[in-house]
């Protein structure tokens, strides 16, 4: 090879390094951030989501109140990877999640009930939501309910 070619394959590789950086540093922020919930069931799916993906910042953004501090009290507790790791561990056997329509107090209030569906049971879970400047956010939890079904998730029809 000669000298300038092998000049400009060393730069196309150097540049194609910093393009890569970049992509994976912008890519980086934005599974870190999360964005307002404009709607309450947003913010469930949101949450969920996060937990699935074992994103703690994220996870914890979408909760308010003495929730919230409770949360983060059990993050201090562990370390974030831990407690990433529970979030997926939790969230892995969740076959799917129905949320209902909200019920509006206020501008600023609202409840969603979310069933959980697993493979052998269901479980139902009112949350409180509240809105703030940073979008809807769940607040507290109520009338938590498990429901044994009769046939399992995912058994096939005869």
């Known amino acids: 090879m000669n000298s300038p070619r092998t000049a400009r394959l060393i730069t196309i590789a150097v540049l194609a390094i910093v393009v890569g950086v970049i992509v994976a540093r912008k890519t980086a922020l934005r599974v ?17 989501e996060s937990a699935r993906a074992g994103n703690v910042k994220a996870y914890l953004s979408y909760y308010a109140g003495p929730l919230e501090s409770a949360l983060r009290e059990s993050l201090a507790e562990s370390t974030e990877a831990t407690f990433g790791k529970y979030l997926k561990d939790s969230q892995a056997a969740v076959k ?14 609202a409840k969603v009930r979310v069933e959980f569906i697993y493979e052998d049971r269901n479980e139902i879970q009112t949350m409180m939501l509240e809105r703030g400047p940073a979008g809807w956010r769940i607040a507290g939890t109520e009338g938590d309910q498990r429901i044994k079904t009769l046939i399992p998730y995912g058994t096939p029809v005869k």
């Open 96 to 109: 799917g999640v129905a949320v209902s329509e909200p019920e509006y107090a206020g501008d600023s209030q």
């Open 32 to 48: 870190t951030e999360s964005k307002p919930a404009e709607e309450p069931q947003d913010a469930v799916y949101a949450m969920l």
